[in-house]
């Protein structure tokens, strides 16, 4: 059982940055793809972005541009860099197995956007 750590979440207003981490406790080279996925009010849990091993990137649709995923091996540590925040990117936010995540690895750090 992988155990990790999110953080990060916090209440913005439109238009600012936030920077989620998730800490690992493995080394974040033993699994193939890690992903970070959002569940909105009302919402099915999504995948906003995800990075592989070997670096390649996907990103959601609605947060193409905006939104940077990025890994430290050294520290096992994957972060998500959000900027010109929506209040539509309002969700808890999760850190997990990509492209399908387990469900299991962590609790999720809350994002909030609102004036």
């Known amino acids: 059982q992988v155990q990790l750590v999110e953080s990060g979440g916090d209440l913005v207003q439109p238009g600012g940055s936030l920077r989620l981490s998730c800490v690992v406790s493995?080394?974040?080279?033993?699994?193939?793809?890690m992903g970070w996925y959002r569940q909105a009010p009302g919402k099915q849990r999504e995948l906003v972005a995800s990075?592989?091993?070997?670096?390649?990137?996907n990103y959601a649709d609605s947060v193409k541009g905006r939104f940077t995923i990025s890994r430290s091996n050294a520290k096992n540590t994957v972060y998500l860099q959000m900027n010109s925040l929506e209040p539509e990117d309002t969700a808890v936010y999760y850190c997990?197995?990509?492209?399908?995540?387990?469900?299991?690895w962590g609790r999720g750090t809350q994002v909030t956007v609102s004036s």
């Open positions: 997990d197995r990509g492209p399908v995540g387990t469900n299991k």
């Open positions: 493995v080394s974040i080279l033993s699994i193939a793809n």
């Open positions: 990075i592989t091993r070997v670096g390649d990137t």
